[in-house]
């Protein structure tokens, strides 16, 4: 199931498990807490850019995406108990004119599929509602879960460079390919 409300609004993704809403300040002290996991924050350019002053730039960065896009990193919600989880949204990759699908989930929900739920449902909002022609994805090379995810989603490597201050695998997908995969 997957449904797009209020895509003007406070827009929503929703999937079979999960809840997306728009980011907002009083997230941030949860969010410091759920990227404050070592095991967590390892491929996301470790403790030096998950620090709280670090999110707190973050934070605003993806509440900007909502105005100028129309799509951002949102927080996860696990919709049995409405617990946020996690993130995952679309953003814009930083120094590229591309559109990348992130995702981040708290330890104690990792190997339940919800990355790849996740990345399907705002890369199916980005083809369909917002009528991205294309999206990427990045990941530290030693991240094989997030590449694993990126590779189920019909995601192709195309090559390695620097995002986010680390060297990462760089995948792809057009919107045709995801549409033949997902009709």
Same mark, same amino acid.
Request: charged share 30%; proline share 3%.
């Given at each position: 199931?997957?449904?797009?409300?209020?895509?003007?609004?406070?827009?929503?993704? &929703?999937?079979?498990? /999960?809840? +997306? %809403?728009? +980011? @907002?300040?009083?997230?941030?002290?949860?969010?410091?807490?759920? %990227?404050?996991?070592?095991?967590? *924050?390892?491929?996301?350019?470790?403790? &030096?850019?998950? *620090?709280?002053?670090?999110?707190?730039?973050?934070?605003?960065?993806?509440?900007?995406?909502?105005? @100028?896009?129309?799509?951002?990193?949102?927080?996860?919600?696990?919709?049995?108990?409405?617990?946020?989880?996690?993130?995952?949204?679309?953003?814009?990759?930083? *120094?590229?004119?591309?559109?990348?699908?992130?995702?981040?989930?708290?330890?104690?929900?990792?190997?339940?599929?919800?990355?790849?739920?996740?990345? %399907?449902?705002?890369?199916? +909002?980005?083809?369909?509602?917002?009528?991205?022609? %294309?999206?990427?994805?990045?990941?530290? /090379?030693? *991240?094989?879960?997030?590449?694993?995810?990126?590779?189920?989603?019909?995601?192709?490597?195309?090559?390695?460079?620097?995002?986010?201050?680390?060297?990462?695998?760089?995948?792809?997908?057009?919107?045709?390919? +995801?549409?033949?995969?997902?009709?």
């Amino acid at each position: 199931m997957l449904n797009f409300r209020g895509i003007e609004g406070d827009f929503m993704v &929703e999937t079979e498990r /999960l809840v +997306f %809403r728009r +980011f @907002t300040l009083d997230d941030l002290p949860q969010l410091i807490e759920h %990227r404050s996991d070592p095991e967590v *924050n390892k491929f996301l350019g470790g403790p &030096e850019r998950q *620090n709280a002053d670090a999110l707190a730039t973050r934070i605003r960065f993806y509440m900007s995406c909502y105005e @100028t896009h129309g799509f951002g990193m949102c927080p996860m919600i696990w919709k049995e108990t409405g617990e946020m989880i996690g993130a995952a949204g679309l953003q814009p990759l930083e *120094n590229t004119r591309e559109i990348e699908v992130g995702y981040s989930l708290v330890k104690s929900f990792w190997g339940l599929g919800l990355g790849t739920e996740a990345a %399907r449902g705002w890369m199916d +909002f980005g083809f369909r509602a917002k009528g991205l022609e %294309r999206i990427v994805a990045v990941s530290d /090379l030693d *991240n094989r879960a997030s590449q694993h995810i990126m590779e189920k989603l019909g995601m192709k490597f195309e090559k390695t460079e620097v995002h986010y201050e680390i060297e990462c695998a760089f995948h792809a997908i057009s919107k045709s390919e +995801f549409l033949e995969r997902n009709s």
